[in-house]
């Protein structure tokens, strides 16, 4: 569909960061074990200067997989038809591995909201979703992956199991998912629910990429647990086990550690990775 | 009970309405302050953007100010595109019509030369024209000249020392704010832009010469005072100029509307 192919044709099962700038003389300087990268889309829609030449400089080095965050696949509205022009620009002049979104909302009307917001899992959710995937991949003319999101709350109206609602959209649309492990641990410690039957439920042969992130703990108005999908911490010990077994039923995956917010240095994102390097070594022998 | 976009978003910047009815905890019980969680996403995430897209500003009013003001500015302004790198252009003009902040009367501009520095750094990149190319173009030429400016250029004028404000509040040493209007132009060499206090017309020139308008028409705009030589190697130095356009004699009238007969 494109006159170029992108440079890397696939994700190897090694695991990738989310490129930070401050990374990145460490990175190219000694990149080890980190095997592939991630970028939020948005930050790349500038029109030149340094980020854009950086990306440039990665994506001749190292796979790079596109995370879009302000797409608002949920959305009730229509897709901004000039930020998914602006997807298909920088889809066409980087030719990424991969391309991912959200399962949820951040644009209401004029509005950007700047955070995924949650959506009901009906019959009315599931085909607006549907639709408003097959419209993107036919825009970017490629398969894109759709994310789980973290739960703080559950909508009354809800007539799906949300690993089912995901399922059910990869038939309708060819998309494929990513799984992210912690999302599944916050979700299922604010909603109650068992984390290793969510993942056995999730149809992991449409997995494509894997993500693991911190997160923050708080209360409910009960005393309950609340935990807050926040990158801004080390993936905790139940997240990693969860990925054990995760890892057990999928095989191999490209596995992606995220660190947004209080980003540290190199040494320590770079151990977070060796410990992804580690659960995947336990399943390729 | 269906929870419709509209009444999420409603009750979300705005913690006198009560959380949407039909949001639950995982046991049927109603969310509470699990919704908050959203509230508190939207309102951090967008405070953070601010205060790294306006770090002097926060600097002038302090860093709890600043939550204060941001607050009430992305309930007002809340972004209108998903690329945060862009948000908060109307902030200058929000601060402007604060009326907490009435006494601060430079804070608008300073925020104008915040915004200009973040969209020069984002702006497409240009290669300046050869060090010799400007010596190319034979005497009589000259005059019809057109500067094409990098995309990165950026001018700001003000009646306040904005220049003197941001240098002393991002260098140490730096020497404290002459009272003294001030025009800035943000030059891009190489990724890094730079703020540069602009001798007097320096800004009306420039403005001209965005505005493609041949360089003898430019220098004409800066006024009486305007000395061409040292902006010229500013712009020079700093690979300012992305190209030159010789114009025929026929486009020069179309510039000098107080040539006519």
């Known amino acids: 569909m494109f006159d170029t192919q992108p440079r890397f044709p696939e994700l190897p099962a090694l695991p990738g960061v989310g490129y930070k700038p401050q990374h990145f003389a460490a990175i190219m300087a000694d990149p080890d074990p980190v095997g592939w990268l991630e970028i939020h889309a948005e930050n790349y829609m500038g029109a030149g200067g340094r980020p854009i030449a950086q990306l440039r400089h990665l994506s001749e080095r190292f796979p790079i997989s596109v995370h879009g965050v302000g797409l608002s696949i949920g959305g009730e509205g229509a897709l901004d038809p000039d930020h998914l022009a602006r997807l298909k620009h920088l889809i066409n002049w980087l030719q990424p591995t991969v391309f991912s979104e959200h399962l949820a909302w951040s644009t209401h009307g004029a509005e950007f909201l700047n955070d995924l917001l949650p959506l009901p899992y009906t019959n009315a959710t599931l085909t607006r979703v549907a639709d408003h995937i097959d419209q993107l991949q036919e825009v970017i003319g490629r398969q894109m992956m ?70 923050d703990e708080d209360e409910d108005d009960h005393g309950a647990p609340l935990l807050i999908d926040s990158h801004g911490k080390p993936v905790v010990d139940p997240v990693w086990a969860l990925l054990d077994h995760t890892l057990a039923r999928s095989g191999p995956r490209p596995i992606l550690i995220e660190w ?26 | 009970m269906s929870v419709s976009q509209d009444i999420f978003r409603a009750a979300l910047l705005d913690a006198a309405q009560p959380v949407p009815e039909g949001l639950l905890d995982g046991q049927g019980r109603a969310a509470g302050r699990r919704y908050n969680v959203y509230r508190n996403n939207v309102a951090v995430s967008l405070t953070e953007a601010l205060e790294v897209g306006f770090p002097v500003i926060r600097k002038l009013i302090g860093p709890e100010n600043f939550k204060h003001v941001a607050g009430q500015f992305l309930r ?92 002393f509040n ?92």
Request: aromatic content about 8%; proline content about 9%.
């Open chain 2, 170 to 261: 991002t260098s140490e040493n730096a020497p404290k704010p002459r009272a003294e209007a001030q025009d800035v132009v943000v030059l891009r060499d190489g990724f890094d832009p730079e703020p540069h206090l602009l001798p007097k017309g320096g800004a009306a020139f420039l403005t001209a010469i965005g505005k493609a308008a041949p360089l003898e028409c430019a220098v004409d705009a800066g006024g009486d005072k305007f000395d061409l030589t040292p902006v010229l190697g500013l712009l020079l130095n700093t690979n300012a100029i992305a190209a030159l356009h010789p114009t025929g004699p026929n486009h020069r009238p179309n510039h000098r509307p107080s040539q006519g007969t």
């Open chain 1, 146 to 215: 759709l994310e789980n999101p973290s739960s703080y709350l559950a909508f009354a109206e809800s007539t799906w199991a949300e690993p089912d609602f995901l399922s059910e959209i990869t038939k309708r649309t060819g998309c494929g998912l990513l799984l992210d492990v912690n999302n599944v641990f916050v979700s299922a410690t604010n909603l109650g629910f068992e984390p290793r039957a969510y993942i056995d439920a999730y149809p992991l042969d449409k997995v494509g990429e894997i993500h693991l992130g911190g997160h």
């Open chain 2, 76 to 167: 007002v302004a809340p972004p209108t595109s998903p690329l945060m790198m862009f948000y908060g252009s109307e902030f200058p003009a929000f601060l402007r019509d604060f009326e907490p902040l009435q006494h601060l009367g430079y804070l608008s501009d300073v925020a104008r030369l915040e915004l200009a520095l973040r969209q020069s750094y984002h702006a497409a990149d240009a290669e300046g024209i050869a060090a010799d190319a400007l010596a190319a173009v034979p005497p009589e030429a000259l005059g019809a000249l057109r500067l094409e400016l990098a995309p990165a250029v950026r001018i700001v004028t003000s009646d306040w020392p904005i220049f003197d404000i941001w240098r």
């Open chain 1, 260 to 285: 947004d917010t209080d980003v540290p240095d190199w040494p320590i994102l770079a151990a977070e990775a060796t410990r992804a390097a580690t659960a995947l070594a336990k399943v390729a022998a």
